[in-house]
């Protein structure tokens, strides 16, 4: 059956085409049938997707991380999603890797985290603290890219290769993106057992063996190293993990207990400066950092004015 062409309208957009005379008022232009299509499609892929999700979220896996990386417990949570901060996850046995985001267990994450959450790979790694050079896929498809990556054909990219290089060499930014990019990750120190968690465990399980807080110089990590330089790095000094191990029942014991200064000491110092600068010292003489403390007078002989009554009682100065 072959209907009489008439000149239409297309029903959603309002374009002019051509139909048969029996399909008059209900026909679409080429493009719009394509657009929904496309729609149709992206839904139904959705579905399958989400489908998937749902069914290994409920699924029970043996997790474990992707080999040849060691991490040292313990980590932090991710807030509102799944997993830990800088720890990819991974099933021990078919090898498929976390999704911080929804919990899914897939062996192409790139992939899935640019079609489902709408990211990049990189903007993945900076909110989930892991390194720049982490491979996003299960150990299987990490293999299959490296081995096609060594047959590819690579002079069809060289055309192309060298017009990006021009490209990077011209641009701004390219100084401060690497420099961002050598930053040490929390995945990084997850890798060491050098996050501010695992430290803190480390001393208080050295703390422990102890009975007491350790001096800097037992202060070992999980690598056998001595780790006081990552504690500055992490929390400022070390007087800071100290008050922390405080709060945990550990004492600090001074390895040369206190000092006491003799009155003599105390008073002498007085009189020298009073020699050297031909007049009485003043507060500000003692923030400056000539004299001892003024709290060590104020504890000793009362007050500040009496100490001083003390040192130049028999002079005129
Ligand atoms: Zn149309
Ligand atoms: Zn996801």
């Known amino acids: 059956m072959k209907g009489k062409i008439i000149n239409d309208q297309c029903k959603k957009c309002g374009i002019a085409i051509k139909t048969t005379h029996y399909r008059k008022n209900q026909t679409y232009c080429q493009r719009c049938r394509k657009k929904a299509h496309n729609a149709s499609v992206r839904k139904w892929r959705r579905k399958v ?41 991974c099933d021990n046995k078919t090898g498929e890797v976390q999704c911080h ?17 709408k990211l990049s790979a990189d903007e993945y790694r900076k909110q989930f603290k892991l390194n720049w050079t982490t491979a996003l ?30 490209m990077s060499k011209n641009g701004k ?22 996050c501010s968690l ?36 992490n929390f400022g000094s070390v007087a800071e993990v100290r008050r922390i191990l405080a709060m945990q029942g550990y004492v600090y014991q001074s390895r040369y207990g206190r000092k006491t200064f ?34 060590t007078y104020e504890k000793r002989f009362g007050s500040w004015r009496k100490a001083k009554e003390l040192a130049f009682a028999s002079n005129n100065i």
């Open 101 to 117: 985001i929804c919990g899914g267990w897939f062996h192409w994450l790139q992939n899935h985290i640019r079609g489902t959450h």
């Open 49 to 89: 997707l989400e489908k998937k999700i749902k069914e290994s979220q409920g699924q029970k896996r043996d997790i474990g991380f992707p080999t040849n990386i060691n991490y040292y417990k313990p980590f932090y949570k991710v807030e509102n999603g799944y997993g830990y901060e800088g720890v990819l996850l």
């Open 137 to 166: 896929c299960s150990e299987k498809v990490r293999e299959q890219l490296v081995r096609r990556a060594m047959t590819y054909p690579w002079e069809r990219l060289k055309k192309n290769g060298e017009k990006l290089v021009r």
């Open 198 to 233: 695992q430290i803190i465990e480390r001393l208080i399980r050295i703390s422990k063996k102890l009975g007491r807080q350790p001096y800097t110089h037992e202060m070992i990590g999980d690598r056998g190293t001595n780790i006081r330089g990552a504690i500055i790095r």
């Open 173 to 194: 930014n390219r100084n401060s993106k690497w420099r961002e990019r050598n930053h040490q990750t929390l995945e990084g120190k997850n890798k060491l057992g050098l």
């Open 262 to 295: 003799t009155d003599q000491q105390l008073l002498g110092s007085l009189k020298k400066f009073a020699e050297v600068y031909k007049r009485r010292p003043s507060y500000s003489d003692i923030a400056r950092g000539i004299l001892y403390s003024k709290s």
